[in-house]
């Protein structure tokens, strides 16, 4: 299940995104997904220290936020919720231009569950190496059918 928070500001202040986190539920278990940074950024602690906050900028600016939630593993003593709809909520901070500081915490955010259908598909043609959550290309066909497709897995 993927998640999409579009934060909007029409505020007449830049807003500096201090925190935007998602607390899923006992259920879910939540990563946030962001864009690849390029081969040359070094990735170390410190950076990760001093990270600029995100700007969102006055009149109108928008970023947004997408998280992966999972159900969390089934661990003895915890309790199962089977067929609920409540995902988490988020918890939001920010600061303005002056540094006045903001805070919002949402109410429970809920899903709405939608029917899917299973599919067989018989694999045809996968590349010799494959990287754990990583696309790769294959070809499948239906088990019912003779006609092959690409499909990105």
């Not at 579009?6 to 202040?13: L, Q, R, V």
């Not at 390029?38 to 600029?52: A, E, F, G, N």
């Not at 901070?93 to 500081?101: C, D, I, M, Q, S």
């Amino acid at each position: 299940t993927y998640l999409e928070a579009c934060i909007e500001n029409h505020t007449k202040s830049n807003l500096y995104m201090d925190q935007v986190d998602f607390e899923p539920a006992q259920q879910w278990s939540a990563t946030i997904l962001e864009a690849d940074e390029h081969p040359s950024v070094v990735k170390s602690t410190i950076r990760d220290l001093c990270k600029q906050p995100v700007l969102i900028r006055a009149a109108g600016g928008i970023y947004n936020y997408l998280y992966q939630l999972r159900p969390s593993s089934d661990e003895p003593g915890q309790m199962k919720t089977e067929g609920s709809s409540i995902l988490g909520k988020f918890q939001i901070t920010w600061r303005t231009n002056l540094g006045e500081p903001g805070r919002l915490q949402t109410q429970n955010i809920h899903s709405t569950p939608t029917p899917s259908k299973d599919v067989d598909l018989r694999a045809v043609k996968i590349p010799p190496v494959i990287f754990l959550e990583r696309p790769f290309m294959g070809q499948s066909m239906p088990y019912k059918s003779n006609r092959e497709n690409s499909w990105p897995f």
